[in-house]
C-alpha cells in the first residue's frame, strides 16, 4: 500500500508564474469517506479528514518555476491537528506552453516528512507532462479540448530505479469559455516498478472537476470516486490560486 495520502490532487498542465511574478495556491481536500485505517502504524487516517497546504510559487524565467509548499496539514480523527512536513519543487517546461499544441514539461520535488505523514523521513517525486491544446478547426461546434498526462514516479532513496513507485495521473478537460472548463482526471498508484501491485491492492480514483478563472481569483473544484477496495471511496478538493504581486 502507498505509504501516505496526498496533499495535491492536481494533473499539472505545464502552466507557470509569469516571470518575476509569485504566487499562492491553497489546496484542501476532505475525505467524508475513506480508509478507516491509516497506511501504516501511526499515520494519518484518511476517512474524515481534511488535509492542506500552502503552494508558493514564483517565475524565475519563462521555462523554470520553484515552488514551496509549507505549511502541509491535516485534520483527522485519529491524530487531531498536526503539521506533516514541507516540499520544495522545480518545475521545467516548455516556454509559453497554453499557446502550442503540444506541450510538455518535468517536475522535481523534495519531501521532508513528519512521521504521522510518512515514515520514511525524505522522499521525492518526478513528474512528467505531456500534453496537447486541441483546438477546433474552423466552422466546428466543439470547444478547445486538453489532453494531459502525468506519468508520476515517487522515490524514497532506496531500492534503486525498480522501487520507485508508478503513480499516474490524466486530466481531459472540455473549455466551455477562457474562463470555464470541466474536466475529467484520474489518479492512480500501481505500486512499485519491481512488483506492481494485483489490481485489488492498487489505487485508481476517477474525478469530476470544474475550473473558473478569473483576474482576481482562480479556483478548481472537483469529487472523485475510488473505484478499488485500496482506494478512498469518495474525496472533494479546492484549489484557489492568485498572483501576489
Known amino acids: 500500500m502507498a505509504f501516505a495520502q496526498t496533499d495535491e490532487i492536481q494533473v499539472y498542465d505545464a502552466n507557470i508564474a509569469e516571470q518575476g511574478k509569485l504566487n499562492l495556491m491553497l489546496h484542501n481536500n476532505f475525505t467524508p469517506d475513506g480508509q478507516k485505517t491509516p497506511a501504516f502504524p501511526g499515520g494519518v487516517e484518511s476517512n474524515k479528514a481534511l488535509v492542506g497546504v500552502a503552494e508558493w510559487a514564483y517565475g524565475v524565467t519563462d521555462w523554470f518555476e520553484l515552488g514551496l509548499y509549507v ?21 521545467f517546461v516548455r516556454p509559453h506552453s497554453a499557446d502550442h499544441t503540444f506541450f510538455y514539461g518535468v517536475n522535481f520535488e523534495f519531501s521532508i516528512n513528519q ?8 522522499t521525492s517525486e518526478v513528474r512528467p507532462i505531456v500534453g496537447w491544446h486541441l483546438k477546433p478547426a474552423e466552422g466546428a461546434h466543439w470547444k478547445p479540448v486538453d489532453i494531459i498526462i502525468n506519468p508520476i514516479m515517487d522515490t524514497a532513496y532506496v531500492g ?8 499516474p495521473a490524466m486530466r481531459v478537460a472540455y473549455n466551455l469559455s477562457d474562463k470555464w472548463a470541466v474536466a475529467a482526471e484520474e489518479y492512480a498508484d500501481y505500486g512499485p516498478l519491481r512488483q506492481i501491485y494485483s489490481a485489488g491492492r492498487q489505487s485508481h ?11 482576481l481569483i482562480n479556483i478548481e473544484a472537483g469529487v472523485g470516486f475510488g473505484l478499488t477496495s485500496a482506494s478512498d471511496k469518495v474525496t ?8 501576489l504581486n
Open 115 to 122: 512521521p504521522q505523514w510518512d515514515p520514511r523521513r525524505f
Open 71 to 91: 505549511p502541509l496539514y491535516s485534520f483527522s480523527q485519529n491524530d487531531g491537528a498536526t503539521y506533516n512536513g514541507l516540499k520544495l519543487r522545480w518545475l
Open 205 to 215: 480514483q476517477i474525478w469530476a472537476v470544474m475550473d473558473h478563472n478569473s483576474k
Open 236 to 243: 472533494l478538493k479546492l484549489m484557489i490560486s492568485r498572483d
Open 160 to 167: 534503486g530505479v525498480k522501487s520507485l513507485d508508478f503513480a
